[in-house]
């Protein structure tokens, strides 16, 4: 049972013939999938993760010894090596065979490498479990052949359902125990083929294995010849990875970046979307527009960049911007909001009850909320919604949350970053609960009013002011209409007033950009002759 001491098998002839005869070999481009295994307890989540990693080479010579060693201590499959010790390293986890807490396991193959998240199965730990789903792509779920569909199966099904993941394969374990029975196995499919009807996963592969014995893990078992279909780590090479957000750009600010005078930008990874120089953003909740002027990266100035890279954007304007705002790609159909309605798991011992204050953190920002409204709570035996006066640990439900301030939010399966939250207890600090903005409501995708649209296309070209809306175009039609009238009663001559008429329309903007621009320059030489006093008596700020 010795393990290979390589991470990855070698390189296949499919790679640089040329390279490999010159004795260097380029790398494969790989891509990564991130997944979980969750499922009920005692159903062979650690056991079938620490499979996988054994028999990916991920396994070394000297771990295999430690692992035998402490197979015969704390191991709970006999004379066989217990693959579960594995991943479960926490002393508490080992003598009372469970996993308590979240373990991160890395792995790869030629075609692919994994980040696997081993989670709990205790619905004393759903709260663990939760974490670990908030980031996958994919999740394994494990069924136990003896016993069949668990509450803790539909509860966990519920939750990576919530937390977007939408690609499922049910691992129904410890085939071997049942006799590999056929009849069983196509029972269990029955059976959770209909509990997926509910939830909102796109795809959903369902296999017969044996994590202890290894069938149908890596490869296909001959002792399941009922069965056709590619092995579970078949499956995990060859699905698709989390589905694409959408591409509007948001930017939650982190940091407002002022190493100097003369330099202040706002930092933050791009939740979604694409940005580049010159292209105009929003700041939103306050609404104020101005043109991108820089984007800085890691190593310095970038002409573009998109979801995920880390940035600071240096704008042409100076707004106000601080930690918390979201800048958004301009014109905009996303709006700040007071309350959303939202999907919440409570995590605490102390239920989450309407009327009581939270603190919510939601992308950058953190402000207090009040949940308004509980609709209904889940029934995870059949997802029916059940009235409800509280949320008690671990219990699942829609409610209405009502902010302090303006915030933007984005559905969560728009937008992760900008649609997922934690609850917080002012008092203690503990989390509470998480939540996810629901599809109907985030804020409301309108289409811009035609006369938002149109402010948009004048401030392009810098005829009227960034930040104007579709009152200040009515004044400018308005405005000359008024004058055209009085000119015309006064003097009796159309042609005067429709001359009139356009000398406002035209005039009127140009004297106010032009004020503007006078006061600009004011306050500039103000604000320089404040920091050259300042520097000359010794001040400091």
């Known amino acids: 049972m010795a393990a290979s001491l390589k991470l990855v098998d070698a390189p296949t002839r499919a790679y640089d013939d040329r390279a490999e005869a010159r004795g260097v070999v380029a790398a494969p481009q790989r891509s990564l999938l991130r997944f979980i295994t969750c499922g009920s307890v005692d159903d062979g989540k650690s056991t079938l993760l620490g499979r996988l990693l054994f028999e990916t080479g991920a396994v070394f010579e000297d771990q295999l010894e430690a692992l035998e060693r402490d197979s015969a201590r704390f191991g709970t499959t006999g004379a066989d090596v217990d693959f579960a010790l594995l991943v479960d390293g926490l002393s508490a986890e080992r003598e009372q065979g469970i996993t308590i807490d979240v373990a991160y396991r890395y792995f790869a193959t030629p075609r692919r490498a994994f980040i696997a998240a081993d989670t709990p199965g205790h619905e004393q730990y759903t709260r663990n479990m939760a974490t670990g789903a908030s980031t996958a792509d994919v999740a394994i779920i494990l069924v136990d052949a003896r016993k069949g569909i668990l509450p803790q199966t539909r509860r966990h099904s519920y939750i990576v359902s919530m937390l977007g993941v939408r690609r499922v394969i049910v691992a129904v374990n410890k085939i071997d125990l049942v006799g590999y029975s056929e009849d069983v196995f196509r029972g269990i499919e029955r059976d959770y083929r209909a509990l997926a009807q509910k939830l909102d996963f796109v795809e959903t592969h369902i296999v017969p294995v ?28 060859s699905i698709e990875t989390a589905p694409a957000q959408d591409d509007v750009f948001r930017l939650p600010v982190q940091w407002v970046n002022r190493p100097n005078l003369d330099f202040r930008g706002f930092s933050g990874t791009i939740a979604s979307g694409s940005i580049g120089v010159g292209d105009r953003v929003v700041a939103l909740p306050r609404g104020r527009t101005s043109r991108v002027a820089r984007i800085v990266g890691p190593s310095g100035d970038i002409e573009e960049a ?41 995590m605490n011992e102390a239920p989450l009850a309407p009327g009581r204050n939270y603190l ?44 302090e301030t303006d915030l933007v939010a984005a559905t969560y399966r728009d937008c992760q970053a ?39 296309l004048l401030s392009r ?75 000359v008596d010794g001040g400091s700020i």
Not at 364 to 373: E, Q
Not at 429 to 456: E, H, I, K, M, W
């Open 306 to 346: 998109g979801r995920g890279q880390s940035i600071t954007l240096v704008l042409a304007d100076e707004i106000d911007v601080s930690r918390g705002d979201v800048l958004v790609a301009a014109p905009t159909r996303i709006e700040p909001q007071r309350q959303i309605e939202a999907r919440l798991l409570a």
């Open 461 to 535: 070209a810098d005829l009227v002011r960034p930040e104007s809306g579709a009152r200040d175009l009515a004044r400018l039609v308005v405005n000359p209409l008024l004058t055209a009238l009085v000119v015309l009663v006064v003097s009796g001559a159309l042609l005067v007033a429709v001359a009139a008429g356009l000398a406002d329309a035209v005039l009127r903007p140009a004297l106010g950009l032009f004020t503007d621009a006078v006061w600009k320059k004011i306050a500039e030489r103000r604000d320089a002759r404040t920091t050259a006093d300042l520097t």
């Open 210 to 237: 044996s994590a202890r014995f290894g069938d149908n893990v890596v490869e296909a078992s001959d002792k399941t010849p009922w069965r056709t279909g590619p092995s579970l780590l078949a499956l995990l090479e």
């Open 360 to 403: 919510v953190k939601i992308g950058t920002n953190l402000t207090t909320a009040r949940i308004a409204a509980l609709r209904h709570a889940i029934d995870v035996h059949d997802y029916s919604e059940q009235p409800a006066a509280n949320l008690p640990m671990n219990a699942i439900g829609v409610a209405t949350l009502r902010f």
């Open 418 to 456: 900008l649609g997922g939250f934690i609850l917080i207890d002012p008092y203690t600090n503990d989390t509470v609960g998480l939540g996810v903005v629901q599809a109907d409501a985030a804020a409301p995708a309108r289409r811009p009013a035609f006369g938002d649209r149109v402010v948009s």
